[in-house]
Every structure is written in structure tokens, then in C-alpha cells.
């Protein structure tokens, strides 16, 4: 007799029905999306070759993370640290038929990650693994070379642990009618005010605004400071710093250089936050949700 | 053509979408002073001077802030203390646009320099009006999110910004500055200006979140400017008259709450009535008023009465 495990009674997530399904470990996913530091539960159930229950199975459970995903290029040493979300119970037994509850807690960390089960009676044992991702299901990749130069990436000669500027590059999009569709539409219209306001610049830097699907963005990870604060406020694709006048960094051509008070200004009047958007003084950092209002 | 406008008159929004412009969180009550902090006050981190030229931050006592030594009370210098008026020249070019000229002075009581201003414009998808770019140069936001601070009952709208460049003046006591230029196919309506020194006020992010709860207010991008009412692009194609009629009342009423207007003129109180009462009662019908204006602000209100609602005033 052998076991396999069925997820088709159950999920984590009311809206999906993509738990596990493979006996060995697979290629990480980001379907089904779990917010950060959220729970989430559902019930599992254990069932042999013939898609008959296993009554009273044992159960174990555990997590692990997928090693440079979410862009955190951090490397192998500080896999170590790597936070990932945690599962209860780790073990249980099934009731009579093959069903066990399962509360998953995730992380603040915006990643790909996997559950692993096992399922045992006395005939035999089945590994099963259940790929997932924790992040916002509400960030968007928000490139727009016509106005926006790309900056604080491996490409430009900055390497903070998450690769080029094609992974520092994404932002919420609200549904319509929420500040004209929210933070991305936000920065974007803002830097066309900017621009109307600036004759002869139709390009800025842009920078840090979040991780693929947002979570910490340890900005300090190869500084000996991996998935912590601080860059707290760009955990969520609410925010983008803008390269200002008197940045020195030379990622960003002087001409595209803004003024730092006039950007805010462009930002606030489009919807960004006046008093989380600072002039960090070789930048202007709009923020467009306050960072109250999501998990650090 | 022409209407000239002189003095620190406006007019100002639509209806068409949005709303209300009241403040929506209440302002930060009066600093007290750093000795003086009744115990009513004692969960009040967040004040106001009572010049309002300047955020006072009381950091809470018990906060990691506190502990890690930096200073107990922090002022941030809105930079505020600013003197703008506003005169607006209305001109109809022959593709009948309405062409605004801005003049703007800081009188002298001022201690603050203008450094950039702006104009409440209502949000109409595909009205894009033509600003002018020269020393000091236009450009427009985008989401209806800025209030008609002189005119509270009316809807929020976005805000064509003049900012100066580095290396231009700004405009100091007792200076002024013209060549502020809108072209729009928008008619004119009592709209609100906003006058700052363009000078950011940077709130430390560190400070307890008991705080930035307090700094809501703050948080309203007109807060700290000073307002002023004038003219400006209001009524686009498709305005209703009564949101024509709305808009013109409650401009009219600030100016004589301001004592701008005097309450005892025939004329304003012809149009006044007429307003209140006839867009509903005589659709499409031109007005008829009794009493011709006197002087030169109630003249331009009521060239702007014809524009919009075909007055036919003595």
C-alpha cells in the first residue's frame, strides 16, 4: 500500500486549491501568495492509491525557504538566518478520515517557500511538499524607462544583496478610483508634475521602491544586518526614493539629479504622504501609504 | 475681451466629482509652552504655535526617542510667514479659451519668501490646461485631493504648481511677480491659491508613532500654506448651472465674510438671491439683475456672472 496526499478537500487559502500534490520537492512558486506576518489555516487530509482516507495517520510538518528568491541575493551565509514561516502543530495524528488542522505563520521576509509533510501508518510513509510564497499580491513590476532611470543595482555598481535595478522596481496598484490607482500611479504622476515644472528634464532616478512582491527590504543584508530593518518604509511597494540634487553617488547623470523640495511637493499633491516623505538629502523619499498602516 | 481682476478676490470649483473640502482631522491644539502643559494635555504630543508657523513635538516621555537623548521638544519652522495676494486678468482668446493672468505680491509684513504656489483646478479627464513656463514654471498634479481651503463646502480638486528653479529668486517682502499665465477652454469660477516658501519641512521618522497619529492634520497637502480666494479655470464643458450657482455663492460669501464685499451692496445681494434661487427655478433663462455693480471687484464678478450664466446686469 503506498499514501499520497490529496488537496483537494482542503487549502490554506479559501480561494485556492494549489497545495501539494508531488511527492518530491519541486521548483519553488508563488501560487498560492500568502500576505507577510499573517496566519493563515485550513485542513489536510491524508489518502492512500485508491483515494481511500488514511484514518489516524501520523503527521509531521516543517517549512524551509527557497534560497535567493523574492530578490534577496543575500548568498549562502546568510541562508542561515533566513527567517521563514512557521507551521503548527508539527506533528499530529489524522482523525478517522486522514483530516489534520494546519495553522501557517509567515514571515515579514517576501519570499518562496515550501511546506513539507509527511504522512505515516503502519504500511507506509509518503513525503509530500507544498510550495507557496509569502508577499503582496498587489505590487506590480513599475518600469517605465520613458521617465524613470533605473539606479541601486548590481547594474549601476551597487549591490546590496538583491541583484540589479530590474528587483528594487516594484510598487502597489490600488484599484481605480483609490488616488488615481495608488502608489505606482502616484510616483508616476508626480514625476510628470515634476517635469512640467522642470523644463528640459524628462528623466529621474528611481530607486528602492520594493522588492518582487514586496516584505522586508533589508537594505543592510551584506552589512551583517539580513532581514531586518532599517528601509522599514519600502517593505510594502508604497514608497520610491528619488535621486536629488547633491546625491554623489555617480549612479544618476547630474542632469536627472531633482530638486529634492520640488519632488516632494510633486509627490504630496499626487497622493503621497506629506509627513513620511522626507528629503533624506541626496534624495527625495516618497512615501504613499504611511508605514503604520503595513507589518515591519 | 477682458475682465481685470485686482486685489485678493478668486473664484473657485465645480461639482462635478469629489468631495467636500472641510479638513478632515482636526488640527493639533495650541502649543502652550514648554512649562505651561495642562494635564488635559498630557497624551498631546503634537501642537501648533499660535502664530501657526510652526509644529511643536512634545516627544513622549517614555519613548526609545526620549531615551536615546535627542532633544525633548522639537520645532519644525513651517516657514510660512508669508503676505500673498493675488490679481487675476481674464482674457477670451478668439478659439475662445480664457487666458488667466496671475500677478502675485508678498506684502511687507511678510518674514517669509514665496517659493512656490498653487491653484485649485477641478479634475476633468481631458481638460488640459496650458501653463506658463518662464522664470518660474507650471505644472499640474494629477489626483483631486487638494481642498478648497476658502471655500470648505466645495469639492476637492488638483492643483496646477509654480515652483522657482535654482538660482531664481523667490518672491521676498514686499516683492511681487507676474507672468503667471493659464490657458484654459475652462470658464472662470472663485477658486482657491495656495502660497508656501517651497521650503520642506522634514518630520524626524524616528519619532514614536503616538506622534505621527497626532501629525494626521499635518498630512493635508494644503495644510501650512496660506490660502487665498481668486480666479481661476472652474467651469469646464458640461458644468452644471448649479454647481456654476454653488460655486459663486460660496465665493461671494467669503468675500463678505472677509469684508471684502461690502453685505450692504445692492448688487451682491441681487446676485446673491438670484443664485440661491433661480438656476433651479429658470433653467437656461438669463438673469436679470436690478442694481448695476460698484466698483471694480463687484464689476468682475459680474463679468464673470455673464460668462457663465448669461447675466445681463444694468
Not at chain 1, 532616478?205 to 518604509?233: E, R
Not at chain 1, 516632494?264 to 503621497?272: D, E, F, P, R
Not at chain 2, 508669508?82 to 496671475?102: D, G, H, I
Request: aromatic share 8%; proline share 7%; net charge negative.
Amino acid at each position: 500500500m503506498s499514501i499520497k496526499l490529496n488537496s483537494a478537500v482542503c487549502s490554506l487559502m479559501a480561494a485556492s486549491v494549489s497545495m501539494f500534490n508531488a511527492n518530491t520537492l519541486t521548483a519553488q512558486s508563488y501560487s498560492p501568495l500568502y500576505a507577510p506576518q499573517s496566519s493563515i489555516s485550513g485542513q489536510y487530509q491524508c489518502v492512500d492509491q485508491y483515494n481511500h482516507p488514511v484514518p489516524n495517520a501520523s503527521i509531521t510538518m516543517s517549512t524551509g525557504a527557497y534560497v535567493s528568491s523574492g530578490g534577496h541575493f543575500h548568498g549562502t551565509s546568510n541562508s542561515a538566518t533566513e527567517p521563514v514561516s512557521s507551521v503548527s502543530p508539527t506533528s499530529t495524528t489524522a482523525d478517522s478520515n486522514g483530516i489534520w488542522s494546519v495553522t501557517l505563520t509567515t514571515t515579514l521576509v517576501g519570499q518562496a517557500e515550501v511546506l513539507l509533510i509527511t504522512c505515516s501508518n503502519g504500511v507506509g510513509t509518503l513525503n509530500g511538499s507544498a510550495n507557496y510564497a509569502v508577499g503582496y499580491n498587489d505590487v506590480y513590476y513599475a518600469d517605465h524607462p520613458d521617465i524613470w532611470i533605473k539606479i541601486g543595482g548590481t547594474d549601476t555598481g551597487v549591490d546590496t544583496g538583491h541583484g540589479s535595478t530590474s528587483y528594487n522596481r516594484y510598487m502597489q496598484v490600488l484599484p481605480p478610483g483609490i488616488l488615481n490607482s495608488g502608489p505606482a500611479y502616484g510616483l508616476y504622476n508626480a514625476t510628470l508634475s515634476y517635469f512640467s515644472n522642470h523644463p528640459g528634464v524628462s528623466q529621474v532616478c528611481t530607486n528602492d521602491m520594493a522588492l518582487p512582491f514586496g516584505g522586508k527590504f533589508d537594505i543592510k543584508a551584506l552589512l551583517g544586518q539580513p532581514w531586518v530593518s532599517p528601509h522599514t518604509a519600502h517593505d510594502r511597494g508604497t514608497a520610491a526614493d528619488v535621486a536629488g540634487q547633491g546625491s554623489t553617488s555617480n549612479q544618476c547623470p547630474a542632469a536627472n539629479l531633482v530638486n529634492i523640495s520640488d519632488f516632494l511637493a510633486a509627490c504630496v499633491a499626487n497622493g503621497a504622504v506629506k509627513v513620511n516623505s522626507v528629503n533624506e538629502f541626496n534624495h527625495a523619499h516618497c512615501q504613499f501609504a504611511s508605514p503604520t498602516t503595513f507589518p515591519h | 475681451m477682458t475682465i481685470r481682476i485686482v486685489g485678493l478676490i478668486g473664484f473657485a470649483c465645480l461639482a462635478l466629482f469629489g468631495q467636500p473640502s472641510a479638513a478632515s482631522s482636526p488640527e493639533a491644539p495650541q502649543w502652550p509652552g514648554a512649562g505651561s502643559l495642562s494635564k488635559s494635555l498630557e497624551g498631546q504630543y503634537v501642537f501648533v504655535t499660535p502664530e501657526r508657523d510652526a509644529l511643536m513635538i512634545r516627544v513622549p516621555p517614555n519613548s526609545d526617542y526620549a531615551r536615546s537623548g535627542k532633544p525633548g521638544i522639537i520645532r519644525y519652522d513651517l516657514h510660512n510667514r508669508l503676505r500673498p495676494a493675488v490679481a487675476v486678468r481674464l482674457s477670451v482668446t478668439q478659439k475662445v479659451n480664457y487666458v488667466y493672468e496671475y500677478a502675485v505680491d508678498n506684502a511687507t509684513p511678510a518674514s517669509d519668501s514665496i517659493g512656490t504656489w498653487s491653484l485649485v483646478i477641478p479634475s476633468v479627464d481631458g481638460e488640459k490646461p496650458v501653463m506658463s513656463c518662464g522664470e518660474w514654471c507650471g505644472g499640474l498634479s494629477f489626483a483631486p485631493i487638494i481642498r478648497q481651503v476658502e471655500m470648505p463646502d466645495q469639492p476637492k480638486g488638483r492643483a496646477v504648481m509654480w515652483t522657482r528653479p535654482n538660482g531664481i529668486s523667490p518672491i521676498g517682502p514686499s516683492e511681487s511677480r507676474r507672468g503667471f499665465r493659464i490657458e484654459s477652454s475652462c470658464r472662470p469660477g472663485f477658486t482657491t491659491a495656495l502660497f508656501s516658501s517651497g521650503i520642506w519641512v522634514n518630520i524626524d521618522q524616528d519619532l514614536p508613532n503616538e506622534v505621527f497619529k497626532q501629525l494626521e492634520f499635518f498630512n493635508d497637502p494644503t495644510w501650512g500654506n496660506i490660502p487665498v480666494l481668486t480666479f481661476g479655470p472652474m467651469f469646464c464643458a458640461g458644468s452644471s448651472r448649479q454647481a456654476i450657482a454653488g460655486n459663486l455663492i460660496s465665493g461671494i460669501k467669503r468675500l463678505l465674510e472677509t469684508k471684502r464685499l461690502d453685505p450692504k451692496s445692492e448688487f451682491v445681494r441681487d446676485v446673491l438671491a438670484w443664485l440661491i434661487s433661480e438656476p433651479e427655478n429658470n433653467p437656461g433663462e438669463a438673469a436679470h439683475v436690478g442694481h448695476s455693480p460698484s466698483g471694480e471687484l463687484e464689476a468682475e464678478i459680474a463679468k464673470a456672472l455673464e460668462l457663465n450664466l448669461s447675466f445681463k446686469i444694468p
